[in-house]
Structures are given as structure tokens and as C-alpha cells.
């Protein structure tokens, strides 16, 4: 069974620092991992993914996410954070080996940039 | 292109009724798939439907239906409300194609509201 854990319920960060949210994933065959943020009364807008070649991928608002295999992680990062980038992120895995299989969400991070 | 729409934004319910919820996908898109969000068990699947077919289900009592139109729009169902069925729900849409490795986009959700 696939599945997605978010360690950290919260992460704060100053704003101009470097952000890390960090995702680990468990699927039987190959992943194809997604980001998402959410921001307050809305639907969750897709960040960027994964499905193969290149460990680091770079997405929307400068985002970028970093695959280990040996790791089973997917964490998002961003170079310097911006008080808009505040809101609610999950971490989503798709068994590429199964067609059909639905995506699973992790817990979701809530990301809190300060000024 | 016109995202994910859903209707209505919000609802308000009393115990033992039932309600509708619409969701059209963006156009083109044939999967279309629902969530409910609360903030004590997250993001949960509830089902997928793939050209008028369920094509996954998730772990919910049968009290929550759902179906796909030709147009790929699609509704959800959920009978006799009780007071755990207040959450988000999330509907999102997404293209098939051979390598199954499309996002899903989401609308913005029905704030569902069970009294």
C-alpha cells in the first residue's frame, strides 16, 4: 500500500531564509510524487512533481523539490521565503506501476513565514 | 481554460437530510475525484470516476455516492448527514494519458456544515 508521511505538523521560517518541508514517501514500485499548497478556503493548487530523470525539480513561485531514492524523500525547498509563501502544503504519491491507483496524501506541513 | 467549478460553495445542513454536491472538471479532463478534508483526518478519498465509471473507492460508508455525467461532470451524495460529515470537500480533475503521471487540479470546494 502506498502511503506519505509529513513529519512536521508546523515549520516556521524567517522570511528571506531558506524553507524546507520535508516529505517520506512508501509505495511498492516506482513513485510519482506531486507538492501541493493550499491557502486558507481554497482548493489545493498543484507546486510540482516527479516521475523521473533529474532528482531536483524546480516548480511554480520558485519552489523546488529534491527526490532520494535511497531515502524515499521528496522535500520541498525553496531558497528564500516570502510571508505569501505561508499556508498549507501536502506531499502526494502515485504508484506508477499500478494504473488506476489513486493518489495519497500526506498530513499536510503548515508553513508559517514571519517578517 | 476555466478550472475545476464546483457548486455550491457552501451548505448548511441539519442532521438526517441529505445533500448534492456538483463538480465540473476542466475541460478535456475525463477523471474526476473527490475528497474529503477535515482537520483531524486530513485529506481522505472518497472515490474516482473515469468515463461515467467508478474506477476507485475509498473507505467510506455507503452513505456517500457519487456518479459521472457524459461531460464528465460529476456528483456526490451523501445520505442521512450526520455531524461528522461537516468537513471540505474537494473535487479535482485531471487528463488521462498513457503514462498516468498527469496532477490532479483541484477546485476550490463545498464547505459542507452538518447542524
Known amino acids: 500500500a502506498q502511503s506519505v508521511a509529513q513529519p512536521e505538523d508546523q515549520v516556521n521560517v524567517a522570511e528571506g531564509n531558506p524553507l524546507t518541508v520535508k516529505c517520506t514517501y512508501s509505495v511498492s514500485g516506482n513513485p510519482y510524487l506531486f507538492w501541493y499548497v493550499q491557502y486558507p478556503n481554497r482548493g489545493l493548487q498543484f507546486l510540482l512533481k516527479y516521475i523521473t530523470g533529474d532528482n531536483l525539480v524546480k516548480g511554480s513561485y520558485g519552489f523546488e523539490a529534491e527526490f532520494n531514492k535511497s531515502q524515499t524523500s521528496f522535500h520541498l525547498k525553496k531558497p528564500s521565503a516570502l510571508v505569501s509563501d505561508s499556508a498549507l502544503y501536502f506531499c502526494?504519491?502515485?504508484?506508477?506501476?499500478?494504473?488506476?491507483?489513486?493518489?495519497?496524501f500526506g498530513p499536510g506541513t503548515r508553513l508559517s513565514v514571519l517578517p | 481554460k476555466a478550472g475545476v467549478t464546483q457548486t455550491p460553495r457552501y451548505l448548511i445542513k441539519t442532521r438526517g437530510q441529505q445533500v448534492t454536491l456538483s463538480c465540473s472538471p476542466i475541460?478535456?479532463?475525463?477523471?474526476v475525484s473527490w475528497y474529503q478534508q477535515t482537520p483531524g483526518q486530513g485529506l481522505q478519498f472518497l472515490f474516482e470516476y473515469f468515463s461515467e465509471t467508478q474506477r476507485n473507492k475509498g473507505n467510506f460508508p455507503g452513505r456517500f455516492s457519487g456518479r459521472q455525467f457524459s461531460n464528465s461532470r460529476s456528483e456526490m451524495n451523501v445520505s442521512t448527514l450526520e455531524l461528522g460529515d461537516s468537513a471540505l470537500y474537494l473535487c479535482a480533475s485531471r487528463i488521462e494519458s498513457s503514462s498516468y503521471n498527469s496532477p490532479l487540479h483541484f477546485g476550490n470546494g463545498t464547505r459542507l456544515t452538518v447542524t
Open positions: 502526494a504519491v502515485r504508484d506508477n506501476g499500478n494504473y488506476g491507483q489513486n493518489f495519497v
Open positions: 475541460s478535456g479532463h475525463r477523471s
